[in-house]
């Protein structure tokens, strides 16, 4: 079946303008997760949704970054003012509950100029 | 807190040769552990994982790892390694108490498998 999906897979911006990066999750999965790996940083959490509860946003680094998963599906990270701190590689995942193994898409890679 | 160590940024294994990639963690309950594979410009893909059980786990393309409760280690292995083993490879653990599903990494080990 069809995969995690992410678009756009590449992103080039300017410092200073805003962004919004696009998750597909598994079909059927209802949690979703958003990783960053950074050079130098590795991977690291930022966002997690599980069906209607409230999002854990704990490893969001700072207030511009949010996101929001509508209809328990499709999911959008925004990252407003972008800075050149903000270049990485996006990854989402998914799993069919929050306990299970989460399968991740092939990332979008953020370039701020 | 959780946390992950790969101790070795890289590893380097002629082609047929037994290969060990290395992995010890924290957690403060019983540990979730994960072995992803990350090929050039893709995500990551799913290889093995621990939750309970036999301490020896079978994976994706004829890899296994091992679980070491008292070591606090899974090391990733494989009998024979192929050229085309060559990726970026991640451990992963979990806390299995409490709600919190977030995975925490190492920062990966770069497995190059010469012929």
């Known amino acids: 079946g069809a995969g995690v999906s992410q678009s756009p897979s590449n992103k080039v911006t300017e410092k200073g303008k805003d962004v919004e990066l696009r998750c597909d999750p598994i079909?059927?999965?209802?949690?979703l997760y958003w990783y960053r790996q950074s050079l130098g940083q590795g991977l690291e959490f930022l966002i997690y949704f599980q069906g209607n509860s409230a999002p854990d946003k704990s490893g969001l680094p700072s207030d511009r970054f949010s996101a929001e998963r509508t209809g328990g599906s499709v999911s959008t990270l925004t990252i407003q003012r972008t800075q050149q701190e903000d270049s990485a590689v996006y990854l989402c995942?998914?799993?069919?509950?929050?306990?299970?193994?989460?399968?991740f898409g092939p990332g979008t890679r953020l370039l701020v100029l | 807190a959780q946390s992950v160590a790969q101790p070795e940024d890289q590893v380097n294994v002629a082609e047929g040769n037994p290969l060990t990639v290395k992995c010890t963690y924290s957690v403060s309950g019983n540990p979730y552990l994960f072995w992803y594979v990350q090929y050039p410009n893709r995500g990551l893909q799913f290889l093995l994982k621990y939750i309970t059980g036999d301490n020896l786990v079978k994976g994706s393309y004829g890899f296994e790892a091992e679980f070491n409760k008292s070591q606090t280690s899974f090391h990733l292995k494989k009998p024979s390694a192929l050229v085309s083993d060559s990726a970026l490879y991640f451990c992963a653990v979990r806390d299995s108490t409490g709600t919190a599903s977030k995975l925490t990494f190492g920062t990966g080990t770069r497995l190059q498998v010469t012929l």
């Open positions: 995942a998914s799993s069919l509950v929050s306990q299970e193994t989460q399968y």
């Open positions: 079909s059927g999965h209802t949690a």
